[in-house]
């Protein structure tokens, strides 16, 4: 498998035409994909508009793409949301090796929150409404979420299935239980090392019970490799 370290010349040169080019508004981010997703960012631009640094990891929205939820994961263009309430117009690229394999990827995130500001001032100026299907493509957009680490990505996972379910986990039944991991697998959340664990205290079950649900949910779909997810939760 070739490494992102291998073009790291490449990398650096592409990074810095970038950073020349466009604003400080811009974020560009380049992660590696091929020693596990605690610290995939090894360069990183203007790094202040999500507050991120070298050493952190990535977003939710990778974990899906490494977990094969998502099989291309390329996306230019969209908007999303910082959890501070910057507002930013992002794209993202996936770099693969020569056998297919995804080993990291290429990201820009513009702050554009001071210009849907001025936008938003100027529409209730002119009095002129957003078009319908413009309103409707954004509602669209993947929420993609940006963390400084693991953890908080992992917690941020087990709210949301959370809320999936609708149910506080001490009241959960089996299947209820089933749901909840089966939206953590699909999240990509096993590919976090040693999620099981926090999966576990989570839902006050063990190890046994997290690895026997995930095979039978593997199993249900119809051919991913229960083992090799249930392997990498523990890490």
């Known amino acids: 498998m070739r490494q992102i370290a291998e073009d790291g010349v490449f990398y650096k040169h592409l990074l810095d035409m970038l950073e020349a080019h466009l604003s400080a508004n811009d974020e560009l981010v380049l992660h590696d994909l091929t020693h596990g997703y605690e610290h995939t960012i090894v360069d990183i631009r203007n790094g202040h508009v999500t507050g991120r640094q070298i050493g952190d990891c990535g977003s939710n929205l990778g974990l899906e793409v490494l977990r094969g939820t998502v099989e291309n994961g390329n996306r230019y263009n969209y908007v999303t949301h910082t959890r501070s309430g910057k507002i930013l117009r992002s794209s993202t690229m996936y770099i693969r090796?020569?056998?297919?394999?995804v080993v990291g990827s290429l990201c820009i995130n513009k702050d554009i929150t001071d210009s849907v500001k001025m936008e938003a001032f100027l529409r209730a100026e002119n009095k002129?409404?957003?078009p319908r299907e413009d309103a409707a493509a954004s509602e669209r957009e993947p929420?993609?979420?940006f963390f400084n680490n693991v953890g908080e990505l992992l917690e941020y996972l087990l709210q949301s299935a959370l809320a999936h379910v609708g149910r506080q986990a001490a009241l959960m039944d089996r299947e209820e239980r089933?749901?909840?991991l089966k939206y953590l697998d699909d999240k990509?959340?096993?590919v976090i090392s040693k999620s099981g664990d926090r999966v576990c205290e989570f839902l006050g079950i063990s190890k046994y019970t997290l690895y026997n649900d995930l095979e039978s949910i593997r199993k249900a779909e119809g051919g991913a490799d229960a083992a090799g997810a249930a392997e990498a939760g523990r890490g």
């Open 178 to 180: 089933r749901r909840f």
């Open 97 to 101: 090796d020569d056998d297919g394999r």
């Open 143 to 145: 929420g993609e979420v």
């Open 128 to 130: 002129y409404a957003l």
């Open 188 to 190: 990509g959340a096993f």
